[in-house]
């Protein structure tokens, strides 16, 4: 069993994917969740993951896929839902300015086929990684890491909507506290 402990004193120690073991008082447990691979259908939304129940949602890695320029990457609307009603909306272009790299330019700058991991990470919201294919032009990948302290009493989602004319693939994996 591992067990965990976090900087919040109401929330800790977490087990860790431990379900047969009942939650004492002042205990936790954290889930791990992947979604696999959901297809986003051009100008359509589609839920990543819900979760119901009360918790607290800590981070999500977020995986974009599609053989594409930029800006369809850039284009997609990463949409959070708490006990069903939308607190946060933003798009992927606005994580690039609010940190103030362009992906893009980093990685064709490289001028070579492979990854590009940025400077610096902000704590909230960060583009990680892309993969260029520098054969096509295109980037084949792009990864966001959303580390977002939210509590909920109902249900969480993270929902992406596609506004553009492809269709994108996004995977996420989450980690996810509850506590009684």
Same mark, same amino acid.
């Given at each position: 069993?591992?067990? +965990? !402990?976090?900087? @919040?004193?109401?929330?800790?120690? *977490?087990?860790?994917? +431990?379900?047969? @073991? /009942? ?9 791990? $969740? ?5 297809? $986003?259908? /051009? ?6 993951? #819900?979760? #119901?129940?009360?918790? @607290? ?7 974009? #896929?599609?053989? !594409? ?8 609307? *990463? @949409? ?10 933003? #798009? ?18 490289? !001028?070579?086929?492979?990854? +590009?991991?940025?400077?610096? *990470?902000?704590?909230?919201?960060? /583009?990680?990684?892309?993969? +260029?294919?520098?054969? %096509? ?26 506004? %553009? %004319?492809? !269709? ?11 506590? /009684?």
């Amino acid at each position: 069993m591992s067990i +965990y !402990t976090l900087d @919040r004193p109401d929330f800790a120690p *977490i087990i860790i994917n +431990y379900p047969s @073991r /009942p939650l004492y008082k002042g205990e936790s447990i954290a889930l791990s $969740i992947e979604s696999g691979s959901v297809a $986003i259908d /051009p100008s359509s939304e589609s839920a990543l993951y #819900t979760i #119901t129940g009360v918790g @607290r949602h800590i981070n999500s890695l977020l995986e974009f #896929t599609a053989n !594409t320029g930029i800006s369809d990457y850039m284009s997609q609307v *990463i @949409r959070i839902y708490v006990d069903g009603a939308k607190k946060l909306q933003f #798009t992927v272009n606005e994580v690039e300015a609010y940190i103030g790299h362009n992906l893009y330019n980093k990685l064709v700058s490289a !001028t070579s086929t492979g990854y +590009y991991y940025p400077d610096w *990470i902000n704590p909230i919201i960060t /583009p990680i990684m892309g993969y +260029y294919d520098d054969s %096509t032009g295109n980037i084949t990948a792009y990864y966001l890491m959303l580390n977002i302290d939210i509590e909920f009493i109902e249900s969480f989602s993270i929902k992406i909507y596609n506004p %553009t %004319t492809i !269709t994108m693939y996004c995977n996420s994996k989450a980690l996810v506290g509850y506590y /009684p």
